[in-house]
């Protein structure tokens, strides 16, 4: 009877250690709720009223179906946000309305009408040539800030791999200690397992299989391993032509090219931009820029400059699309001098018919189009704004989702402060009714002991 008590006390403060415990990591990020598993000891023979109370192990109230969840969503949201991240400050590099490129293609064109207003002024011509220098440079200068925030990109994802690489390590060291380690002592090493999964899952779309010892593999892409067991895989980064980051895994029977199949987390965002978003808007600026100086080309080479000679271009002439707006520039010789800035369709001094040609062309459809030269410039704007805005609103939507999961494993897996109190009390109740019925014993042993003297 008095062992039955013994056991009983023992699992009382068993109950009481486990819910201070509880308490004690109320606010340790990804500690699981523990429980003590009490049970009633089957009774010795048919007379006995019981055997008392046993501890029979440890309960923590892990959620895996949300975590699941959890892992499918957050990287959904991580590459969202790094998109709109990339994005905001690609559109902020566009410029306001009016006073970016659209203005610098509206002064050429404007300037290139005033000329026709004064057809043979030297200081007319030079500031037709200032112009056309102006908006080259703006198109070098845009196409640079679209190349700039590429290589933005790539760094941040090379800074990324590494990362995750980082935590891939640490998670095949929990792994091993995991594998040397009890089940039964082994629930910290659990909660910092899907902590560290948690945080890789912010990189890139995992793949978790948990085994039967607690150990979990990780694969990312197409089934390429990054951690098994107690092995970690790292990805590496090495630069293709072009300088940019081509990520490579060793998690399979030959190292792989990875790049394509990761679209998840932050680093599927980071390369969507990368390798999709930005050459898609510079291929866009080239052709702009190709376009432009190629109509206005034709009208030059179509006519005649003021000493009565040929035309000549007045922009360098794009070898090609790709790369037009980078390498835009006004010709050399139109440069240094003026007088071949062409503005007649004859050769006739003071003929200014190709001059308002040329002016007009800004309302004009560009050659292969049907957007004139400034709404060309606005429909990529208005691209980049659309991409940006729509990552944004993704973002958003699939943070609320991820916040309602973790809401939600707050519930199963949280510590409550108000239930743990009541866990407290429950089990002091228990410990001091335990703890009364060795006093009743005493007393009464004490009075047959008085009795029989």
Do not use: C
Request: aromatic share 6%; net charge negative; hydrophobic share 40%.
């Amino acid at each position: 009877m008095l062992n039955r008590t013994v056991i009983a006390l023992d699992a009382q403060r068993y109950g009481l250690d486990v819910a201070g415990q509880n308490i004690a990591n109320v606010n340790t990020p990804g500690y699981v709720r523990r429980s003590a598993v009490l049970v009633e000891t089957p009774p010795p023979d048919p007379f006995s009223p019981g055997g008392g109370v046993n501890v029979a192990g440890l309960l923590a109230s892990r959620a895996p179906l949300v975590d699941g969840r959890l892992r499918y969503e957050q990287p959904l949201a991580s590459r969202e946000g790094a998109v709109a991240d990339q994005l905001g400050v690609l559109e902020s590099g566009l410029g306001q309305a009016g006073s970016s490129l659209d203005e610098a293609l509206a002064s050429f064109y404007n300037t290139y009408a005033t000329l026709g207003q004064s057809p043979t002024s030297a200081t007319a011509r030079q500031q037709v040539v200032v112009q056309g220098q102006s908006l080259a440079r703006s198109f070098n200068d845009m196409a640079s800030r679209f190349e700039s925030q590429r290589r933005s990109a790539d760094a941040e994802i090379r800074a990324q791999v590494t990362q995750l690489n980082a935590l891939a390590a640490q998670l095949s060291g929990i792994n091993r200690q995991i594998a040397q380690t009890e089940p039964s002592n082994a629930q910290g090493l659990y909660d910092q397992q899907a902590q560290v999964i948690k945080a890789m899952s912010s990189f890139v779309d995992l793949n978790v299989i948990s085994r039967n010892d607690g150990v979990v593999d990780v694969s990312i892409g197409n089934g390429r391993a990054l951690v098994l067991g107690e092995r970690a895989y790292p990805i590496q980064v090495s630069s293709n032509a072009s300088g940019y980051g081509t990520l490579l895994s060793d998690g399979a029977a030959v190292t792989t090219d990875v790049t394509g199949e990761i679209t998840g987390g932050r680093i599927g965002g980071l390369l969507h931009v990368r390798d999709a978003l930005i050459p898609s808007y510079t291929a866009r600026l080239d052709q702009l820029a190709y376009t432009v100086a190629n109509d206005v080309n034709a009208v030059t080479t179509a006519g005649y400059d003021l000493n009565g000679d040929p035309g000549v271009n007045f922009f360098a002439p794009p070898a090609a699309v790709a790369g037009a707006a980078r390498l835009l520039a006004v010709n050399a010789a139109v440069v240094t001098d003026n007088s071949l800035v062409v503005t007649s369709s004859t050769t006739a001094v003071g003929n200014n018919d190709l001059a308002l040609a040329i002016g007009r062309l800004q309302d004009t459809p560009m050659t292969g189009s049907t957007a004139r030269p400034i709404e060309g410039w606005s429909d990529l704007v208005y691209a980049v704004a659309t991409d940006a805005a729509g990552a944004k609103q993704n973002r958003d939507a699939h943070e609320e989702i991820t916040q309602q999961l973790r809401n939600l494993w707050d519930q199963i897996s949280g510590v409550s402060i108000d239930e743990e109190a009541a866990s407290l009390m429950r089990f002091q109740k228990a410990y001091e009714a335990n703890a009364r019925f060795f006093q009743v014993v005493d007393d009464t042993l004490s009075l047959l002991m008085g009795l029989g003297r």
